[in-house]
């Protein structure tokens, strides 16, 4: 049985990663006003939406195999500079997000500050351009070799684009 059709995947990560960034920009809001517990929430959650993102994105990938985007013309430069730069800096936001979080859970924060600063604006790029590839991938262009998209659609993506 099937919970979520391999079909609609690439809507539920755009999603995720919509709510990554959410979550990424009233975290860092928290903070900047001293509410610490409310930051530690949020970025819990954002790293919660990711850990699920990755999880999906690899089951996806493993089962779909590789999608080719549709687009023509000039588009298909800016595309692939955007995903380019989206998957290299995806790579580094994991392990910059794990040892970010790990500082923060052991109270090292001193630490925690001195990495942060370079974890969140990689990790914010990532959850929007995730969006945005999405956006371009399956929405303004049809994707070549995908399954057949659903169109269910999930209203918090379709009202954030």
């Known amino acids: ?43 819990l959650c954002a790293f919660f939406c990711s850990i699920t993102f990755l999880g999906f994105y690899v089951y996806f ?26 998957t290299i800096l995806a790579i580094t936001t994991l392990p910059l997000v794990i040892i970010t979080l790990a500082y923060a859970l052991s109270e090292r924060f001193s630490s925690h500050r001195r990495i942060a600063h370079w974890t969140y604006p990689i990790w914010l790029y990532v959850s929007v351009t995730g969006v945005i590839v999405y956006w371009l991938l399956y929405i303004a262009y049809t994707p070549i070799g995908a399954p057949a ?5 999930l ?7």
């Open 1 to 43: 049985m099937t919970i979520i059709p391999l079909s609609s995947l690439p809507a539920v990560n755009a999603t995720l990663n919509a709510v990554c960034t959410f979550f990424l920009l009233i975290g860092f809001a928290f903070i900047r006003n001293g509410k610490i517990r409310w930051h530690r929430a949020a970025m």
């Open 61 to 86: 990938h493993v089962h779909a195999g590789l999608i080719r985007f549709g687009g023509q013309g000039w588009i298909r430069p800016v595309y692939f500079t955007l995903l380019v730069s989206h």
């Open 149 to 153: 998209v659903s169109q269910i659609g």
């Open 155 to 161: 209203p918090l993506l379709h009202a954030l684009l």
